[in-house]
C-alpha cells in the first residue's frame, strides 16, 4: 500500500515562499511513475480543496485562486512530488494533503498533511 509524507510546511510571512514535498512509498516505482498526483488543502471550517494536480504524462492542473503563484512538480528517481507555493496571502493557511491516484487500480490514497501559515 502507497505511504505518503508531507514535508516542507510552516509559518511564513505574507508574500514569502514555501515548497512542500510529498514522498511516497510503494511497492513498485511504477505506481509513482504512472499515478496521478495532487495537492489538495483544507482551511479551518472549510471543506478540502483542490490545488493542484500532475499526471504521469507531466500534465498539470492548478485552481485558478493558484494560477501563477504555486508550481507542482514531480521527481519519479524521488518518488516526490513538489508544490513550489510563491507570493503566498494569509488565505492560502491551510493544511496541505497530498494526494495519489493510483489508474490501474482506481485508488486514491492522501498524506496526513503539512500545516501552512501565512502570516498578515
Known amino acids: 500500500q502507497v505511504q505518503l509524507v508531507e514535508s516542507g510546511g510552516g509559518l511564513v510571512q505574507s508574500g514569502g515562499s514555501l515548497r512542500l514535498s510529498c514522498a511516497a512509498s510503494a511497492a513498485s516505482g511504477s505506481i509513482f511513475r504512472l499515478s496521478r498526483m495532487g495537492w489538495y488543502r483544507q482551511a479551518p471550517g472549510k471543506q478540502r480543496e483542490f490545488v493542484a494536480i500532475?499526471?504521469?504524462?507531466?500534465?498539470?492542473n492548478y485552481a485558478e485562486s493558484v494560477k501563477g503563484r504555486f508550481t507542482i512538480s514531480r521527481d519519479n528517481a524521488k518518488n516526490t512530488v513538489y508544490l513550489q507555493m510563491n507570493s503566498l496571502k494569509p488565505e492560502d493557511t491551510a493544511v496541505y494533503y497530498c494526494?495519489?491516484?493510483?489508474?490501474?487500480?482506481?485508488?486514491?490514497?492522501w498524506g496526513q498533511g503539512t500545516q501552512v501559515t501565512v502570516s498578515s
Open positions: 500532475i499526471t504521469g504524462g507531466d500534465t498539470t
Open positions: 494526494n495519489l491516484y493510483v489508474p490501474w487500480a482506481r485508488e486514491n490514497y
